[in-house]
């Protein structure tokens, strides 16, 4: 068990390492609008995804709680969903940086755009949820039922409603050319491919950092937590 | 869950809100000050995306006054002796019904009183209707879980506000797009995608609520 704990944090180490240096030395193919800001996909994206994981195993785990009713899972559920709010604002602070090179303007009207930030205020609503129930087994109770209605409309918000609006300035419309490779350069692919594990073994990292406070804290406090 | 219990609980909803006027004529009163308001801010001329926006703010700020209302107005005890005597979806059930029975009317008040006021630059009325009956049963839906949400959590009305606006921003985009392209006057029939993923979207929002209140409501 030790050994796999290490593992996966000597491998996040080494692939991120690998992505960023991969990012800056590598040639990759010069397009008309975006130019050499091409760079800035190993990021946005890999921070996107490891929102959407986050909030995949906050959901997991609040489903879990509302079947088994054990708190550990509410501490994880909770946690989760906090480290995919710093992913985010991480996507949306790196999507402003592209969105300025290559549009010219800071934020734009676009679907994606709006869903991103809809799903990053559900995620604020939450947290202020959660602040304030003062019972622990009614604030795990609720919470987990927000998660679920949260995961849904992000479905909707991030991957159903950019489709359905027409012609949008956001790539990715059409089929989806981060994952099925059709439209992307074998080297973008060679350091983008790793950099998606990479980042996303990096926040379950800090997520387990997250666990291991928490838990420490209730002891502290004298608040038990029956694994 | 049997729709028996679901039909005499709506019908009790109805005469509780016809005996106390309060509950009903405040709402009534939010609209029609809010429309007055806007009425004097516009006077005569206002622009289709200005219209737009009007009423659709106030749909949904009303939305969420009258759902919590709905909620707020019975205290403890009488919850406590309707969870004893229906099950508990049947009791959820009943209040979406009657929280979208009422603001389709409100809704319809809202947009005669537009009209009477302001001008109407409504072209193609048949979609406009059909972006009403979608837009209002989809926030009605929506606001009503979240309202019960909030009751568990500290029965205050700014909670509901600060979790169901977020959630519901995909069904007004889509409404409001519908609406302007009801003003253009597009026909009906060339919108049907935006239409069907509206009507997939209530069916997505209400199923959810329906699924979850158990979850809630079981102390």
């Known amino acids: ?227 | 869950m049997s729709i028996n219990e679901i039909y005499f609980l709506t019908v009790k909803d109805f005469k509780l809100s016809f005996r106390s006027k309060t509950t009903f004529g405040s709402i009534i009163i939010y609209l029609f000050s809010t429309i007055f308001v806007s009425y004097l801010a516009f006077k005569s001329f206002i622009s289709p995306e200005a219209w737009n926006a009007i009423f659709w703010i106030i749909i949904l700020f009303t939305a969420i006054n009258s759902a919590s209302a709905s909620f707020i107005q019975e205290d403890v005890i009488c919850n406590t002796f309707y969870k004893f005597l229906a099950y508990n979806k049947s009791i959820f059930i009943s209040k979406l019904i009657f929280n979208t029975l009422t603001l389709i009317i409100m809704s319809f008040i809202i947009y005669l009183t537009f009209i009477l006021l302001i001008d109407n630059p409504i072209q193609n009325q048949q979609l406009f209707l059909i972006t009403l009956l979608i837009g209002t049963a989809g926030i009605s839906f929506l606001i009503t879980f979240v309202s019960a949400i909030s009751i568990k959590a500290s029965d205050s009305l700014t909670l509901t506000a600060i979790l169901s606006i977020p959630l519901v921003i995909p069904l007004i985009t889509l409404c409001i797009q519908l609406t302007q392209k009801a003003i253009n006057n597009t026909s009906t029939f060339s919108e049907i995608k935006y239409i069907i993923s509206g009507i997939l979207l209530d069916f997505l929002i209400a199923l959810l609520g329906v699924f979850l209140y158990p979850f809630l409501s079981k102390e």
């Open chain 1, 1 to 227: 068990m030790t050994t796999i704990k290490t593992t996966y944090k000597i491998l996040a180490i080494v692939l991120i390492a690998y992505c960023i240096i991969g990012s800056l030395y590598l040639d990759f193919p010069y397009l008309p609008v975006i130019g050499t800001s091409i760079r800035n996909i190993f990021s946005h994206v890999s921070m996107w995804f490891a929102m959407i994981a986050q909030l995949t195993i906050s959901l997991l785990f609040s489903i879990r709680y509302l079947k088994f009713n054990k708190i550990k899972d509410d501490i994880i559920a909770s946690k989760a969903l906090s480290t995919g709010i710093y992913f985010g604002i991480a996507g949306v602070i790196t999507g402003m940086a592209w969105a300025k090179y290559s549009w010219g303007d800071w934020w734009v009207n676009d679907p994606k755009l709006t869903g991103s930030a809809i799903t990053l205020l559900s995620c604020f609503a939450y947290l202020i949820l959660r602040n304030n129930i003062n019972d622990e087994i009614k604030k795990a109770r609720i919470s987990a039922v927000y998660n679920i209605l949260l995961f849904a409309m992000m479905i909707v918000l991030l991957f159903v409603l950019p489709r359905t609006g027409g012609a949008s300035i956001h790539p990715g419309q059409s089929g989806n050319p981060v994952i099925f490779p059709s439209e992307l350069n074998w080297k973008i692919r060679l350091v983008l491919y790793p950099s998606f594990i990479g980042w996303i073994l990096l926040s379950i990292w800090l997520l387990e950092l997250k666990i291991r406070l928490n838990i420490l804290i209730r002891k502290i406090n004298n608040l038990t937590c029956a694994n």
